[in-house]
């Protein structure tokens, strides 16, 4: 089945004849079972270090060829690698050479095989260009109800797709594609992107989810895909679950939450939302992971070890992911010489905090 009118991606017969089907097909690799039973694993000694473009930049250099050596800024600042490595793909579906910040989608792939033969772990979000307006994703123009009615606009869509399977497909070792937890069309509860609240129905949601992993799965036999559901901080009267694609469609949970310079705020969210996400996921048997934060700057003196650590020490997260060191304006991890080194070299020698070595295969 692919990706294709409204009628038939909710059509129950349809969904049922899927389902029997997808039950004959193996659904998850052998490496995907694996990295979903490490993610369980590892929450019961703490929860593993993640940062977005950990390896592919830093301030003050930047992998723009091939990656000789491999560095980090957290490795700069802890002498430790993160255990956990965010990539994003947008303008892969464009068949660009680099994604949207500029990194080679050639040196991407180094970066990820070399990440998950240490025994990384690897995450991927999707920043996707507005189909209809041909903007980027923060171009609010509503596209995917136009998307779901219109077969022109599925006919590029499914071309999208297909790069973004081609990609996620060619990251291989030992011939088998890599496990990457794959995190499209995040904070949807927000309206930022065109695939958020206010720019796209509940409904529409749902289906562009179901369709884009039918996709991934019949049509390009993508095997090695776990999928992350994350939201964006919850809103009073928000509810968790609003977007959710249903179970067959989702394998991780997640949330986003940042520090806008209020921690107060921010320990709130952060308290109150993860226990909604544990329950869920608990409920459902499913890890769960802190998939998006950071305090952009890092302005606030001792944030790692007071205002972050002992809020989510025992919230039972699998990883958290810092987003990414792109400027002196713009970065959410500690760089050579940064005022917070010491409190991000305490916040690493505390028990929970789990690193590249600290991770099993
Ligand atoms: C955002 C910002 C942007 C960036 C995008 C995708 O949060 O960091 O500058 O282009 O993520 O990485």
Known sequence: MSFSCKNDLSNDANKKSLVEE??????????????????????????AIGHQDATSYGLNWRHLDSPDSIKSDVAKVSGKFPAVYGFDIGHIELGRTHNLDSVPFDVMRQLMIDAYKKGGIITVSWHADNLTSKGNSWDKTPTVSDLINDGKLQQTYTLWVKRVADFLKSVQVDNEPIPVIFRPFHEMNGSWFWWGEGN??????????????????????LNNLLYAYSPNKLNPNDDYMKYYPGDDYVDVFGIDIYDFKNSEDYIHSVVHDLAIVKKVAQEKQKPYAFTETGLETLSTPNWFTEVLYPNIENTGVSWILFWRNARVDHHYMPYEGHPISEDFRAFEALPKTLFLEDLTN
């Open 22 to 47: 997808m039950d004959t097909i193996e659904r998850r690799s052998r490496a995907a079972e694996n990295l979903l039973i490490k993610l369980q694993d590892l929450s019961k000694k703490g929860f």
């Open 200 to 221: 796209c129905s509940v409904e529409d949601y749902k289906v562009l989810w179901q369709g884009t992993v039918d996709l991934l799965r019949e049509t390009h036999g």
